[in-house]
Protein backbone atom coordinates (compact mmCIF):
# COMPACT_ATOMS: atom_id res chain seq x y z
CA UNK A 1 0.00 0.00 0.00
CA UNK A 2 1.35 3.17 -1.09
CA UNK A 3 1.50 6.56 1.21
CA UNK A 4 -1.00 9.38 0.19
CA UNK A 5 2.26 11.08 -0.73
CA UNK A 6 3.59 8.63 -2.80
CA UNK A 7 -0.02 9.08 -4.57
CA UNK A 8 0.78 12.31 -4.84
CA UNK A 9 4.41 12.14 -6.50
CA UNK A 10 3.09 9.26 -8.45
CA UNK A 11 -0.12 11.01 -10.02
CA UNK A 12 0.17 14.78 -9.98
CA UNK A 13 2.87 15.98 -12.53
CA UNK A 14 6.01 17.12 -11.74
CA UNK A 15 6.07 21.20 -12.61
CA UNK A 16 2.94 21.16 -10.83
CA UNK A 17 4.27 19.49 -7.93
CA UNK A 18 7.11 22.29 -7.92
CA UNK A 19 4.51 24.88 -8.41
CA UNK A 20 3.75 27.03 -5.27
CA UNK A 21 0.22 28.46 -4.76
CA UNK A 22 -0.45 31.90 -5.66
CA UNK A 23 -0.19 33.20 -2.71
CA UNK A 24 -2.72 35.65 -1.27
CA UNK A 25 -1.81 37.19 2.29
CA UNK A 26 -3.93 37.50 4.97
CA UNK A 27 -4.93 41.57 5.42
CA UNK A 28 -7.50 41.50 8.11
CA UNK A 29 -7.09 44.29 10.29
CA UNK A 30 -4.29 45.94 8.04
CA UNK A 31 -4.65 48.61 5.32
CA UNK A 32 -5.00 46.89 2.56
CA UNK A 33 -2.34 48.42 -0.59
CA UNK A 34 -0.97 45.06 -1.92
CA UNK A 35 -3.41 44.02 -4.86
CA UNK A 36 -4.37 47.12 -6.87
CA UNK A 37 -8.09 47.54 -6.16
CA UNK A 38 -9.79 50.56 -6.29
CA UNK A 39 -9.99 51.72 -2.61
CA UNK A 40 -13.49 53.36 -3.16
CA UNK A 41 -17.08 51.71 -3.24
CA UNK A 42 -19.95 53.17 -4.52
CA UNK A 43 -22.37 56.08 -2.92
CA UNK A 44 -25.21 54.55 -0.93
CA UNK A 45 -27.85 55.44 -4.13
CA UNK A 46 -26.40 54.14 -6.50
CA UNK A 47 -25.82 50.77 -3.91
CA UNK A 48 -29.46 50.70 -3.47
CA UNK A 49 -30.35 50.84 -7.12
CA UNK A 50 -27.75 48.04 -7.84
CA UNK A 51 -28.94 46.15 -5.05
CA UNK A 52 -32.55 46.79 -6.87
CA UNK A 53 -31.18 45.17 -9.62
CA UNK A 54 -29.83 41.89 -7.53
CA UNK A 55 -33.38 41.51 -6.02
CA UNK A 56 -34.87 40.66 -9.60
CA UNK A 57 -31.93 38.06 -10.33
CA UNK A 58 -33.32 34.37 -10.91
CA UNK A 59 -30.45 32.83 -8.86
CA UNK A 60 -32.76 29.45 -9.90
CA UNK A 61 -31.81 29.25 -13.13
CA UNK A 62 -28.95 29.18 -15.09
CA UNK A 63 -26.77 32.24 -16.16
CA UNK A 64 -27.30 33.52 -19.91
CA UNK A 65 -24.36 31.78 -21.44
CA UNK A 66 -23.16 33.99 -23.61
CA UNK A 67 -23.42 36.74 -21.68
CA UNK A 68 -25.09 39.46 -24.02
CA UNK A 69 -26.21 42.44 -22.22
CA UNK A 70 -22.66 43.22 -20.32
CA UNK A 71 -20.93 42.27 -24.39
CA UNK A 72 -23.48 44.65 -25.41
CA UNK A 73 -22.37 47.33 -22.93
CA UNK A 74 -19.07 46.58 -23.30
CA UNK A 75 -19.18 46.74 -27.05
CA UNK A 76 -21.00 50.12 -26.53
CA UNK A 77 -18.51 51.49 -23.58
CA UNK A 78 -15.52 51.06 -25.54
CA UNK A 79 -16.86 51.49 -29.22
CA UNK A 80 -15.70 47.75 -30.38
CA UNK A 81 -16.76 47.86 -34.08
CA UNK A 82 -18.72 44.67 -35.53
CA UNK A 83 -16.22 42.77 -37.08
CA UNK A 84 -14.92 41.71 -33.83
CA UNK A 85 -15.75 39.66 -30.87
CA UNK A 86 -15.69 39.77 -27.22
CA UNK A 87 -15.10 37.07 -24.81
CA UNK A 88 -15.96 37.08 -21.18
CA UNK A 89 -14.21 35.47 -18.70
CA UNK A 90 -14.04 34.84 -15.07
CA UNK A 91 -11.40 37.70 -14.03
CA UNK A 92 -9.03 38.08 -16.99
CA UNK A 93 -6.63 35.23 -15.72
CA UNK A 94 -9.16 32.63 -16.81
CA UNK A 95 -9.28 34.33 -20.29
CA UNK A 96 -5.38 33.83 -20.30
CA UNK A 97 -5.69 30.43 -19.08
CA UNK A 98 -8.58 29.68 -21.92
CA UNK A 99 -6.07 31.10 -24.55
CA UNK A 100 -3.19 28.98 -23.28
CA UNK A 101 -5.13 26.20 -23.22
CA UNK A 102 -6.66 26.80 -26.77
CA UNK A 103 -2.76 26.75 -27.75
CA UNK A 104 -1.05 23.95 -25.61
CA UNK A 105 0.14 21.64 -28.63
CA UNK A 106 3.34 20.16 -28.19
CA UNK A 107 6.27 21.96 -28.22
CA UNK A 108 4.29 25.11 -28.29
CA UNK A 109 5.99 28.44 -26.47
CA UNK A 110 4.73 31.17 -24.58
CA UNK A 111 6.69 34.26 -24.23
CA UNK A 112 6.47 37.69 -22.64
CA UNK A 113 9.28 40.64 -21.63
CA UNK A 114 9.95 39.93 -17.81
CA UNK A 115 9.65 40.49 -14.85
CA UNK A 116 5.68 41.01 -15.30
CA UNK A 117 2.54 39.32 -14.35
CA UNK A 118 3.04 36.39 -12.90
CA UNK A 119 0.17 34.37 -13.98
CA UNK A 120 1.83 34.14 -17.79
CA UNK A 121 4.31 31.49 -16.67
CA UNK A 122 2.12 30.28 -14.11
CA UNK A 123 -0.72 29.31 -16.62
CA UNK A 124 1.96 28.11 -19.13
CA UNK A 125 3.63 26.09 -16.71
CA UNK A 126 0.39 24.33 -15.47
CA UNK A 127 -0.67 23.71 -18.97
CA UNK A 128 2.65 22.08 -20.29
CA UNK A 129 3.72 25.08 -22.24
CA UNK A 130 7.08 26.53 -22.19
CA UNK A 131 7.74 29.73 -20.75
CA UNK A 132 10.49 32.11 -22.05
CA UNK A 133 10.80 35.31 -20.49
CA UNK A 134 12.81 37.91 -22.30
CA UNK A 135 14.52 40.34 -19.83
CA UNK A 136 13.52 43.70 -20.00
CA UNK A 137 16.14 46.80 -20.19
CA UNK A 138 17.47 47.64 -17.00
CA UNK A 139 15.45 51.22 -17.51
CA UNK A 140 12.49 48.38 -17.54
CA UNK A 141 12.30 49.30 -21.13
CA UNK A 142 11.31 46.91 -23.97
CA UNK A 143 14.53 45.47 -25.57
CA UNK A 144 12.94 44.97 -28.77
CA UNK A 145 16.38 43.14 -29.94
CA UNK A 146 15.87 40.78 -27.81
CA UNK A 147 12.15 40.14 -28.62
CA UNK A 148 13.05 39.81 -32.04
CA UNK A 149 15.77 37.20 -31.67
CA UNK A 150 13.84 35.45 -28.96
CA UNK A 151 10.72 35.39 -31.86
CA UNK A 152 13.12 34.26 -34.19
CA UNK A 153 14.44 31.31 -31.85
CA UNK A 154 11.19 29.91 -30.25
CA UNK A 155 8.66 31.01 -33.16
CA UNK A 156 6.20 31.33 -30.22
CA UNK A 157 2.33 30.23 -29.87
CA UNK A 158 1.48 33.88 -27.91
CA UNK A 159 3.08 36.45 -26.43
CA UNK A 160 1.72 38.24 -23.90
CA UNK A 161 2.69 42.39 -23.01
CA UNK A 162 1.23 43.83 -19.63
CA UNK A 163 0.64 47.40 -21.30
CA UNK A 164 0.80 49.16 -19.02
CA UNK A 165 3.67 46.44 -17.60
CA UNK A 166 2.88 44.79 -13.88
CA UNK A 167 5.30 45.47 -11.76
CA UNK A 168 7.11 47.86 -13.08
CA UNK A 169 4.20 50.13 -14.03
CA UNK A 170 5.23 51.71 -17.21
CA UNK A 171 3.95 51.43 -20.82
CA UNK A 172 6.20 49.68 -23.55
CA UNK A 173 6.38 51.85 -26.67
CA UNK A 174 3.60 51.62 -29.31
CA UNK A 175 6.87 51.16 -32.33
CA UNK A 176 8.34 48.17 -30.29
CA UNK A 177 5.35 46.77 -29.60
CA UNK A 178 4.22 46.68 -33.51
CA UNK A 179 7.47 45.69 -34.62
CA UNK A 180 6.87 42.66 -32.34
CA UNK A 181 3.17 42.13 -33.31
CA UNK A 182 4.67 42.17 -37.36
CA UNK A 183 7.35 39.47 -36.65
CA UNK A 184 5.31 36.74 -34.51
CA UNK A 185 4.36 34.01 -36.38
CA UNK A 186 1.44 33.50 -33.46
CA UNK A 187 -0.56 35.31 -31.38
CA UNK A 188 0.14 38.32 -29.58
CA UNK A 189 -1.99 39.68 -26.34
CA UNK A 190 -2.25 42.89 -24.83
CA UNK A 191 -3.22 43.17 -21.36
CA UNK A 192 -4.85 46.01 -20.56
CA UNK A 193 -5.46 45.44 -17.16
CA UNK A 194 -4.39 49.20 -16.18
CA UNK A 195 -5.23 50.83 -19.43
CA UNK A 196 -7.61 53.32 -17.40
CA UNK A 197 -4.87 54.66 -15.58
CA UNK A 198 -2.78 55.14 -18.70
CA UNK A 199 -4.95 56.14 -21.37
CA UNK A 200 -3.64 54.32 -23.97
CA UNK A 201 -4.76 51.60 -25.67
CA UNK A 202 -4.31 48.95 -28.56
CA UNK A 203 -8.30 48.94 -28.71
CA UNK A 204 -8.02 50.96 -32.05
CA UNK A 205 -5.26 48.29 -33.81
CA UNK A 206 -7.75 45.57 -33.50
CA UNK A 207 -8.54 44.10 -37.05
CA UNK A 208 -5.58 45.97 -38.46
CA UNK A 209 -3.19 42.81 -37.31
CA UNK A 210 -4.74 39.68 -37.73
CA UNK A 211 -3.19 37.98 -34.68
CA UNK A 212 -3.47 40.91 -32.26
CA UNK A 213 -5.98 40.38 -29.17
CA UNK A 214 -6.51 42.66 -26.32
CA UNK A 215 -7.64 41.88 -22.65
CA UNK A 216 -8.66 44.06 -20.14
CA UNK A 217 -10.95 43.94 -16.89
CA UNK A 218 -12.83 45.23 -14.64
CA UNK A 219 -10.94 44.68 -11.25
CA UNK A 220 -8.77 47.69 -11.37
CA UNK A 221 -11.71 50.21 -11.88
CA UNK A 222 -13.38 48.97 -8.71
CA UNK A 223 -15.10 45.34 -9.65
CA UNK A 224 -12.36 43.11 -8.39
CA UNK A 225 -14.82 41.28 -6.29
CA UNK A 226 -16.85 40.73 -9.85
CA UNK A 227 -13.96 38.42 -11.66
CA UNK A 228 -15.10 39.94 -14.93
CA UNK A 229 -12.61 39.76 -17.39
CA UNK A 230 -13.12 40.65 -21.54
CA UNK A 231 -10.68 39.41 -24.80
CA UNK A 232 -11.84 41.26 -27.58
CA UNK A 233 -10.59 40.88 -31.29
CA UNK A 234 -11.14 38.95 -34.57
CA UNK A 235 -13.85 36.65 -34.28
CA UNK A 236 -12.24 33.35 -35.74
CA UNK A 237 -9.70 33.56 -32.40
CA UNK A 238 -12.41 34.01 -30.59
CA UNK A 239 -14.87 31.06 -31.40
CA UNK A 240 -12.38 28.87 -31.37
CA UNK A 241 -11.60 29.89 -27.69
CA UNK A 242 -14.77 30.24 -26.84
CA UNK A 243 -15.61 26.56 -27.18
CA UNK A 244 -12.87 26.26 -24.32
CA UNK A 245 -14.59 28.35 -21.71
CA UNK A 246 -16.91 26.51 -19.53
CA UNK A 247 -20.72 27.08 -20.39
CA UNK A 248 -21.76 29.10 -17.55
CA UNK A 249 -18.02 31.07 -16.01
CA UNK A 250 -19.62 34.34 -15.14
CA UNK A 251 -22.64 33.82 -12.59
CA UNK A 252 -25.89 35.81 -12.64
CA UNK A 253 -24.82 38.23 -9.88
CA UNK A 254 -21.93 39.23 -11.49
CA UNK A 255 -23.29 39.79 -15.23
CA UNK A 256 -26.06 41.77 -13.27
CA UNK A 257 -23.55 44.05 -11.50
CA UNK A 258 -21.49 44.43 -14.29
CA UNK A 259 -24.42 45.21 -16.78
CA UNK A 260 -25.16 47.66 -13.61
CA UNK A 261 -21.84 48.99 -13.61
CA UNK A 262 -21.13 49.71 -17.02
CA UNK A 263 -24.49 51.84 -17.06
CA UNK A 264 -22.36 54.08 -14.81
CA UNK A 265 -19.19 54.82 -16.24
CA UNK A 266 -18.95 58.31 -15.14
CA UNK A 267 -18.43 56.69 -11.26
CA UNK A 268 -15.58 54.71 -12.59
CA UNK A 269 -14.22 57.48 -14.36
CA UNK A 270 -14.22 60.03 -11.75
CA UNK A 271 -12.62 57.06 -9.40
CA UNK A 272 -10.20 56.52 -11.64
CA UNK A 273 -9.11 60.74 -12.72
CA UNK A 274 -8.72 60.24 -8.30
CA UNK A 275 -6.72 57.72 -8.47
CA UNK A 276 -4.66 59.12 -11.30
CA UNK A 277 -4.38 62.54 -9.29
CA UNK A 278 -3.65 60.49 -5.98
CA UNK A 279 -0.70 58.44 -7.81
CA UNK A 280 1.25 61.96 -9.01
CA UNK A 281 0.97 63.09 -5.61
CA UNK A 282 2.46 59.93 -3.79
CA UNK A 283 5.25 59.49 -6.25
CA UNK A 284 6.09 63.50 -5.38
CA UNK A 285 6.17 62.28 -1.41
CA UNK A 286 8.14 59.06 -2.69
CA UNK A 287 10.66 61.09 -4.40
CA UNK A 288 11.30 63.58 -1.85
CA UNK A 289 12.41 60.65 0.27
CA UNK A 290 16.18 59.84 0.93
CA UNK A 291 17.01 56.21 0.40
CA UNK A 292 14.75 55.28 -1.99
CA UNK A 293 14.54 54.69 -5.79
CA UNK A 294 10.92 55.34 -7.63
CA UNK A 295 9.36 54.76 -10.88
CA UNK A 296 7.22 57.03 -12.74
CA UNK A 297 3.61 55.30 -13.18
CA UNK A 298 1.00 54.50 -15.96
CA UNK A 299 -0.68 52.77 -13.47
CA UNK A 300 -2.77 52.70 -9.88
CA UNK A 301 0.38 51.35 -8.01
CA UNK A 302 3.89 52.73 -7.58
CA UNK A 303 7.35 50.61 -7.51
CA UNK A 304 9.80 51.74 -5.15
CA UNK A 305 13.54 50.17 -4.10
CA UNK A 306 14.52 50.66 -0.69
CA UNK A 307 18.80 52.04 -1.23
CA UNK A 308 19.93 51.93 2.29
CA UNK A 309 17.70 49.34 3.86
CA UNK A 310 16.77 45.63 3.54
CA UNK A 311 13.74 45.78 1.66
CA UNK A 312 12.02 42.38 3.78
CA UNK A 313 12.64 44.44 6.92
CA UNK A 314 11.44 47.97 5.33
CA UNK A 315 7.92 45.18 4.14
CA UNK A 316 7.70 43.57 7.60
CA UNK A 317 8.37 47.32 9.35
CA UNK A 318 5.05 48.47 7.58
CA UNK A 319 3.20 45.41 7.99
CA UNK A 320 3.52 45.71 11.81
CA UNK A 321 2.33 49.27 11.56
CA UNK A 322 -0.66 48.07 9.97
CA UNK A 323 0.10 48.46 6.26
CA UNK A 324 0.13 46.05 3.96
CA UNK A 325 1.74 46.31 0.36
CA UNK A 326 3.60 43.87 -2.01
CA UNK A 327 6.99 42.67 -1.69
CA UNK A 328 9.03 41.77 -4.57
CA UNK A 329 12.33 41.90 -3.06
CA UNK A 330 12.25 37.87 -3.00
CA UNK A 331 11.67 37.77 -7.04
CA UNK A 332 15.66 38.71 -6.93
CA UNK A 333 16.89 40.49 -10.17
CA UNK A 334 15.90 43.64 -11.53
CA UNK A 335 13.20 43.58 -8.56
CA UNK A 336 15.73 43.12 -5.84
CA UNK A 337 15.14 45.43 -3.31
CA UNK A 338 11.85 46.48 -4.24
CA UNK A 339 8.14 46.68 -3.01
CA UNK A 340 4.93 47.99 -4.50
CA UNK A 341 2.34 50.07 -3.05
CA UNK A 342 -1.13 50.36 -4.28
CA UNK A 343 -2.60 53.76 -4.70
CA UNK A 344 -5.06 54.00 -1.54
CA UNK A 345 -7.86 56.58 -0.64
CA UNK A 346 -5.84 59.99 0.76
CA UNK A 347 -5.88 58.78 4.22
CA UNK A 348 -4.65 55.58 3.55
CA UNK A 349 -1.32 56.94 1.71
CA UNK A 350 -0.77 59.02 4.47
CA UNK A 351 -0.92 56.39 6.96
CA UNK A 352 1.55 54.24 4.53
CA UNK A 353 3.62 57.12 4.01
CA UNK A 354 4.33 57.31 8.34
CA UNK A 355 4.89 54.33 7.97
CA UNK A 356 7.44 54.42 5.31
CA UNK A 357 9.48 57.40 6.85
CA UNK A 358 9.53 55.58 10.54
CA UNK A 359 10.53 52.45 8.65
CA UNK A 360 13.30 53.94 6.52
N1 LIG B 1 -3.29 41.22 -15.90
C1 LIG B 1 -2.45 41.95 -15.16
C2 LIG B 1 -1.32 42.67 -15.82
C3 LIG B 1 -2.63 42.02 -13.76
O1 LIG B 1 -1.78 42.72 -13.02
C4 LIG B 1 -3.72 41.33 -13.17
C5 LIG B 1 -4.02 41.38 -11.69
N2 LIG B 1 -2.98 41.47 -10.85
C6 LIG B 1 -4.55 40.58 -14.00
C7 LIG B 1 -4.33 40.55 -15.35
C8 LIG B 1 -5.68 39.76 -13.43
O2 LIG B 1 -6.85 40.44 -13.43
P1 LIG B 1 -8.26 39.75 -13.09
O3 LIG B 1 -8.62 40.23 -11.73
O4 LIG B 1 -9.18 40.23 -14.16
O5 LIG B 1 -8.07 38.25 -13.16
Same mark, same amino acid.
Given at each position: ????????????????????????????????????????????????????????????????????????????????????????????????????????? &? %?? /? *? @???????????????? =? +????????????????????????????????????????????????????????? &? %?? /? *? @???????????????? =? +??????????????????????????????????????????????????????????????????????????????????????????????????????????????????????????????????????????????????????????
Amino acid at each position: MSTINEKVSKLVRPEIRALKAYHVPDAIGLIKLDAMENPYTWPEDIRRAWLKVLHDVELNRYPDPGANAVRSRIRAAWQIPDNLDILLGNGSDELIQIVLMSLSM &P %GA /V *V @LAPTPTFVMYEMIATV =L +GLKFVGVPLRPDYSLDVTAMLEAIATHQPAAIFFAYPNNPTCNLFTRDGIERVIEAS &P %GL /V *V @LDEAYYAFARASFIDR =L +GQYDNLLVMRTLSKQGLAGLRLGMLIGPAPWLEEFNKVRLPYNNGSLAQASADFALSHLELLDQQVEQIREDREKLYESLTRLNGLQVWPSQTNFLLFRTLNRDADEVFESLRARGVLIKNLNAAGGMLQGCLRVTIGTPAETSAFLEALEAAL
